[in-house]
């Protein structure tokens, strides 16, 4: 099992940063996949950026690319996601979440998830 706690998020107006974090406990193994999505109110969940447990490859969705950065500290075992030039539609709970089979875009491929933290925006 792997445990996934998320913490960072709050309220920023349009144009503001925030950085949230995500502590990984548990069976997190070099193998594991770490992603970041989030889901607005309504709104499938969507993939916004991702990394392997060992740093080297990150991917990101196309319209974050530039202000949205994924890291890890791996001493810390926490992931984090460094957002910037946020907009209101970016409102969303932001999930951190662990996939067994490496780094993928794909949600399903995802097997561990934390409980998420709420980023809100305002225009």
């Known amino acids: 099992q792997v445990q996934l706690v998320e913490s960072g998020g709050g309220s920023v107006q349009a144009g503001g940063s925030l950085r949230l974090s995500c502590v990984a406990s548990?069976?997190?193994?070099?193998?594991?996949?770490m992603g970041w999505f989030r889901q607005a109110p309504g709104k499938e969940r969507e993939f916004v950026a991702g990394?392997?447990?060992?740093?080297?490859?990150?991917v990101a969705l196309d319209s974050v690319q530039g202000r949205f950065f994924i890291s890890r500290d791996s001493a810390k075992n926490t992931i984090f996601l460094q957002m910037s030039s946020l907009q209101p539609e970016e409102t969303a709970i932001y999930y951190c979440?662990?996939?067994?089979?490496?780094?993928?875009?794909?949600?399903?491929?995802?097997?561990?998830w934390g409980q998420g933290t709420q980023v809100t925006v305002s225009s």
């Open positions: 979440e662990a996939a067994t089979g490496g780094l993928t875009t794909a949600i399903a491929a995802y097997d561990y």
């Open positions: 548990g069976r997190i193994r070099s193998s594991h996949g």
């Open positions: 990394i392997n447990w060992t740093g080297v490859r990150t």
